[in-house]
């Protein structure tokens, strides 16, 4: 059985095609935003729209994928893990990051015309 205790889904729309880098060590490594949205209705009864911004990573087979398939607008699933990490800037401020490592991609739709 699969590993529960850190998995993360996730369905929305690339902000961006997918950077993609192979590094000195010949990993391909491919970093991209997805956007994902919800709608509801406040106490007030007004409409609220709410759109998060995630960091997706995928590395070697699936950065090759992404590079290939995944592009601006188009909606997908993405199934993986959540990443925590630290660094300091280059003012020597600490700076947090989460990011989701990709394990699975499905594309739901075309890009929008």
Not at 5 to 25: C, M, T, Y
Request: cysteine-free; overall charge positive; hydrophobic content about 35%.
């Amino acid at each position: 059985m699969k590993n529960l205790r850190n998995q993360v889904q996730l369905i929305g729309h690339l902000g961006a095609d997918p950077e993609v880098k192979v590094l000195n060590s010949g990993t391909k490594v491919a970093r991209f935003s997805l956007a994902t949205f919800e709608s509801y209705t406040d106490k007030d009864g007004k409409k609220v729209e709410d759109t998060q911004w995630h960091k997706i990573i995928a590395w070697t087979g699936n950065a090759t994928y992404a590079e290939k398939y995944l592009k601006k607008g188009i909606e997908i699933m993405v199934s993986g893990k959540l990443v925590y990490g630290s660094y300091e800037d280059k003012d020597g401020i600490k700076r947090y990051t989460a990011e989701i490592v990709a394990q699975d991609f499905l594309i739901l739709s075309k890009k929008e015309s």
